[in-house]
C-alpha cells in the first residue's frame, strides 16, 4: 500500500519539527500573473540569482504565515507543461522532481492558474497531481474571466481535485488573505487524482515506476509522475546541474519506446489525448458560460496595435517617444546630478593641499564616477518603457509584428522578445534566449544579441552627440534623430548577420511561432518602478565598484611615471606615462579611423564595460582644477588637438566612434554570460572577433570616405 508522505506507517499524521521553514514551489503557465502574486506575496524579501551551471534565475522570497512563522517561496520559471522544451522549463521539472542537488525538493506546491484560460492551465495541474504533494491552486484572475462572461466554480474544482482552490485578483490584492491562511496549514489535503493510466501504457509507467523507486530512489508517487512524464516526453531539454537517471531506468525506457515504435503505438499521443479528456470532463462540470462571447477587450485593441498598417505606426510612435524622453524629460535631473557632482569636486579641492591624493579623488574618483552617474536618468527612462510594454502585454504583440520581418532573416518573433531586451542590456536579453526551443535559433540570437544598442552605449552616444552638436544650436529632435540612426544601424547589424549565420554556420529551416498573447492589462505601475529601481540600483553598483576601479586605475597609469620635466603641460604628462605609451602602441591599428592614441585608451578601458569610456575620456581629458565638472569633459573633447593643431574630435570622428561602439564587443559581463549560456568559449570569442572585426572594417569605410568627400 502507498501512503501519503504526511501518514507514518502506524497511521498518524507526521508533524514537521516547529523550527522548520516550509517550502513552497510557485508554478503556473507564462501569463498567467505568478510574478504578480510571488511580489505581492513576498514584497522586498526577495534574493534573485541563477542556478548553478545554467543561466535560469533563480528567485526565492519570504513571506509569514498567520501565526509569524516564516515561509519560503520559491518562483520556479513558466510552463506550460512539465515536458521540457527550454532550460526554464527544464529547471522547472528538475526542481519538482527533486533532480537538482543545488534546490531541495519543495515541501508544498503553489499552481497559479488564469481562469480565463482554465482549460489549457489545467494541463500543467494535471501533471503535478501526478506528483502526491500537498497543493494549492489559485484561480488568479477571474476578474478577466467575468469580464468574458466566463464563471468558474471553486468549491465544484476544489471537490474534484481534492485540494484547496483558491479564487484571486493578484493585480488587485484579492484572495491573499486567503492564500496566506492555506499556506499557514499544516494538514494541507493531497489530490484524489480521478484519471485512470490508459490500459495499453499501464505495463510500461508500472515497470518504470519500479526502476524509478529501486535504481534512481525515487518515492513512490514521485516514481509514477516521472515515469508518465518520461513517456510523454519524447525530445527532453536536459540541463547543467540536473541528476541522470540511471542506466537501468534508460534500458527500460529505450526497450518500451522500441517495441511502440516497432508496433506503430502513438504511446506520447495517448497519453497526452487521455489528460485532456479528463481535463475536458472537468470543464464541463466547473465552468460556465454566463453570456454569449463576442470579441473581447483584448481583440478590439488587437484590432488596431496589429493591424499590419496601424500596428507599426503605433510601435513607431512608441520608439519615437521613447528616445525624445530620454532627451527632454531626463534633462533636469541630469542637469542636478551635473551641479551636485560640481560642487562636490570643489568643495574637495578647496578642502585639501594640492597633491597626487587631490588629484586623486577629483580626477579619478568624482569625475570618473560622475561622468556616469550624470547619465542615470536616461537609463532609468529606459528601463521603464521596458517594463511598461512589459507590464501591459504589450512586449508580445510586438514579436507578434516582428515575425515576418525575423522570418526573412531565418528567426521567429520569439528571437525579438531577447533583442528588445537587449535595448536595455545584453545579460537579461540573452538571458531571455532559454524559452526558444530551437538550439540554432537561440545560438544565432545569443550571438547578434549584443549589436542591439544597449543602455551602456547610451552615454557614449550622449557624449558624442553633445560634442558633435552643440545643446544650445541644435534642437532636440535633431539630437533624437542621430540617436535613433544608431539603434537603426546596431537592429540591421542584428538581422544581417542573424541572416547571414542562419545561411552559413546554423542553416536549418525557420521554426513557427507559436506564441500565446497575453490580455492587456492596466500598467503595474508598482512593478514596473520596483523593476526600474532594481535595475537602476544594479547600474549604480556598478558604477561604484568597476567603473571606480577602472577609473582609479587608469589615473594611476595616466599619473604615473611622472614627466621629469616640471614644465610639461598636462597632455605631455598623459602622453609620458604608461597608458600614453600603451595607446601610442594601439594607434598604428585605429589610426585609419580616426582615433588618435588618447581615444585608444578609453577603448581598451571600455572593454571591460561600454560606459567606462565616458569616465576614461574624464580622466585623460578632464579640466585639472576645483572648478572641474563632469560636464566639463564636452567642453574638453571639442578642445582636443592632434599634434599638428587639427582638431581631433571632428563631427566625423563622433560619428565614427558612435558607430564603433555600435558593433564593437565592449563588455566583458556579456562575454561571460555567452560563455555560460553555450558553456564554451568558442562562441563568445567568435563573437568578440566578427563584431569588433566589423567595427573596424565599418569604421574605416566611414572615415575614409567621409576624408575624400572634404568632411
Known amino acids: 500500500m502507498i501512503l501519503p508522505p504526511h501518514i507514518t506507517p502506524t497511521g498518524k499524521k507526521r508533524v514537521a519539527p516547529a523550527d522548520r521553514t516550509p517550502v513552497y514551489a510557485m508554478v503556473g503557465n507564462p501569463n498567467c500573473g ?298 533636469y535631473p541630469m542637469n542636478w546630478i551635473d551641479a551636485h557632482m560640481a560642487a562636490l569636486s570643489g568643495w574637495v579641492a578647496d578642502s585639501m593641499a594640492p597633491g597626487d591624493l587631490r588629484d586623486l579623488l577629483t580626477a579619478g574618483v568624482i569625475r570618473g564616477v560622475g561622468g556616469i552617474v550624470v547619465f542615470l536618468p536616461q537609463i532609468l527612462i529606459l528601463f521603464f518603457f521596458v517594463g511598461l510594454l512589459e507590464s501591459t502585454g504589450y512586449m508580445a504583440r510586438a514579436a507578434f509584428l516582428m515575425d515576418r520581418p525575423m522570418s526573412k532573416v531565418g528567426l521567429h518573433g520569439k528571437s525579438f522578445i531577447p533583442l528588445l531586451g537587449s535595448y536595455a542590456c545584453a545579460i537579461p536579453g540573452i538571458m531571455a534566449t532559454r524559452t526558444i526551443e530551437n538550439a540554432k535559433d537561440r545560438l544565432v540570437t545569443i550571438l547578434v544579441a549584443p549589436l542591439m544598442s544597449c543602455s551602456a552605449r547610451l552615454p557614449v552616444y550622449l557624449l558624442m552627440i553633445a560634442t558633435l552638436l552643440p545643446a544650445e544650436a541644435v534642437p532636440a529632435t535633431t539630437k533624437v534623430g542621430i540617436m535613433l540612426l544608431m539603434y537603426v544601424l546596431g537592429t540591421a547589424g542584428a538581422f544581417g548577420f542573424a541572416w547571414l549565420f542562419k545561411r552559413t554556420l546554423f542553416k536549418s529551416a525557420p521554426a513557427l511561432m507559436i506564441m500565446e498573447l497575453p490580455p492587456y492589462q492596466p500598467p503595474r505601475l508598482r512593478e514596473i518602478l520596483r523593476q526600474m529601481i532594481e535595475r537602476g540600483w544594479l547600474f549604480l553598483k556598478n558604477a561604484g565598484t568597476i567603473i571606480l576601479g577602472i577609473s582609479i586605475l587608469l589615473w594611476f597609469f595616466s599619473t604615473y611615471p611622472k614627466n621629469p620635466d616640471p614644465t610639461a603641460t598636462p597632455d605631455a604628462q598623459i602622453a609620458y606615462s604608461l597608458a600614453g605609451r600603451t595607446g601610442h602602441l594601439l594607434e598604428p591599428v585605429i589610426k585609419p579611423l580616426g582615433f588618435d592614441w588618447r581615444i585608444g585608451i578609453g577603448l581598451v578601458t571600455s572593454f571591460y564595460a561600454r560606459e567606462v569610456f565616458v569616465s576614461s575620456m574624464g580622466v585623460i581629458f578632464g579640466v585639472q582644477g576645483k572648478d572641474e565638472d563632469p560636464g566639463a569633459i564636452r567642453q574638453a573633447l571639442r578642445a582636443a588637438r592632434w599634434p599638428g593643431g587639427a582638431m581631433l574630435f571632428t563631427p566625423l570622428v563622433c560619428f565614427t566612434l558612435m558607430v564603433y561602439y555600435v558593433f564593437a564587443m565592449q563588455c566583458m559581463s556579456t562575454v561571460a554570460v555567452v560563455k555560460r549560456e553555450t558553456n564554451s568559449w568558442r562562441w563568445p570569442l567568435f563573437q568578440i572577433a566578427y563584431m569588433t572585426g566589423t567595427a573596424w572594417v565599418v569604421c574605416f569605410i566611414i572615415y575614409q570616405t567621409g576624408r575624400a568627400l572634404g568632411y
Not at 493578484?170 to 494538514?187: I, N, Q, W
Not at 495499453?200 to 515515469?227: C, G, H
Request: overall charge positive.
Open 34 to 331: 505568478k510574478t504578480t502574486l510571488f511580489n505581492a506575496l513576498t514584497g522586498l524579501r526577495q534574493k534573485v540569482g541563477n542556478y548553478p551551471g545554467v543561466t535560469v534565475e533563480k528567485k526565492i522570497g519570504e513571506t509569514y504565515s498567520q501565526h509569524g512563522k516564516p515561509i519560503k517561496i520559491i518562483d520556479l520559471p513558466g510552463a506550460y507543461s512539465l515536458a521540457a522544451r527550454s532550460p526554464d522549463e527544464a529547471v522547472l521539472r528538475d526542481v519538482l522532481f527533486g533532480r537538482r542537488a543545488d534546490t531541495p525538493q519543495p515541501d508544498r506546491i503553489i499552481c497559479v492558474v488564469d481562469a480565463s484560460n482554465l482549460e489549457r492551465n489545467l494541463y500543467l495541474v494535471h501533471q503535478i497531481l501526478d506528483l502526491g504533494r500537498p497543493l494549492i491552486v489559485v484561480l488568479n484572475m477571474m476578474d478577466l474571466a467575468a469580464g468574458a462572461g466566463l464563471r468558474v466554480d471553486a468549491k465544484k474544482l476544489e471537490e474534484a481535485l481534492g485540494v484547496v482552490v483558491i479564487p484571486c485578483e493578484a493585480v488587485h490584492g484579492r484572495g491573499l488573505v486567503e492564500l496566506k491562511l492555506a499556506m499557514s496549514r499544516v494538514d494541507l489535503p493531497l489530490a484524489r487524482h480521478r484519471w485512470d493510466v490508459p490500459a495499453p501504457i499501464a505495463p510500461a509507467v508500472a515497470e518504470l515506476q519500479a526502476s524509478l523507486t529501486d535504481a534512481d530512489a525515487r518515492s513512490p508517487l514521485i516514481a509514477r509522475a516521472e515515469a508518465l512524464l518520461l513517456l510523454t516526453d519524447l525530445d527532453s531539454v536536459r540541463v547543467a546541474g540536473s541528476k541522470a537517471l540511471s542506466a537501468r531506468t534508460l534500458a527500460v525506457l529505450a526497450a518500451w519506446r522500441q517495441r511502440w515504435a516497432g508496433d506503430g503505438t502513438d504511446w506520447s499521443g495517448t497519453l497526452i489525448r487521455s489528460r485532456y479528456d479528463a481535463i475536458n470532463l472537468l470543464c464541463g462540470d466547473v465552468l460556465r458560460r454566463t453570456r454569449d462571447q463576442g470579441p473581447s477587450r483584448s481583440d478590439r485593441i488587437d484590432a488596431i496595435l496589429v493591424h499590419s498598417v496601424w500596428g507599426w505606426l503605433f510601435f513607431g510612435l512608441i520608439m519615437a517617444a521613447l528616445f525624445f524622453s530620454i532627451f527632454s524629460l531626463a534633462e
